[in-house]
């Protein structure tokens, strides 16, 4: 257990810091089946726009293609009239694999540190790996990106569905533009449910 748990760690902290393109051996993703998925609630408080603000709303992560180069994952949540599309999105192999689907495209990400960490979902006790970030992007006008500054944790266990994402904790200030007033945000993403291969519409 002890050295599968120092894998974990080493292989988390590789892939999250994209030193370099994690191969299909080394992305969580290349364990995942057609019809996997995770349920989280997800809760935003927003301190400068309380208007913004959610309390555990249901999203879901959904594997819906498997190919021999990468999958794609759709997420959905809980909209009036019931559970909406959010879209989906294509992950490679061959690129690391970002938890925080979000903050992908420019952004720089440094492991402040890295520890192993017991969670339970469901009745399901797994070894995981809590992963501190730093994170910062630009606001990039032509590409309508917000800045992102902050910190993100995420906790990986590679006995759950879609990744191993067990839960997220972002805290960070987001611009819309460069001019704009930073938000004060903390979000959080915690694993409620899960299955392999079972997903139904």
Known sequence: MRATTSVMVILALFVIAGAAPAGQTSNPLSKAGQGDWAQYA????????????????????????????????????????????????????????EPVFEIVNGTKIEVASSTPESLTVKGKTAACTKIVRKVSRPVDATTMQSGWNGTSTVWLCPDFPVGGVVKIENLYEARRTADSKPEKIKETWVLTDFGFKNWKE
């Open 42 to 97: 997800v809760s935003v408080d927003n301190a400068t726009i309380p208007i913004m603000n959610v309390n555990d709303q249901p999203r879901w992560r959904v594997v819906t293609v498997v190919q021999a180069t990468g999958v794609r994952i759709d997420n959905y949540s809980i909209m009036p009239g019931g559970r909406a599309s959010m879209g989906g999105s294509l992950f490679s192999f061959g690129k690391p694999f």
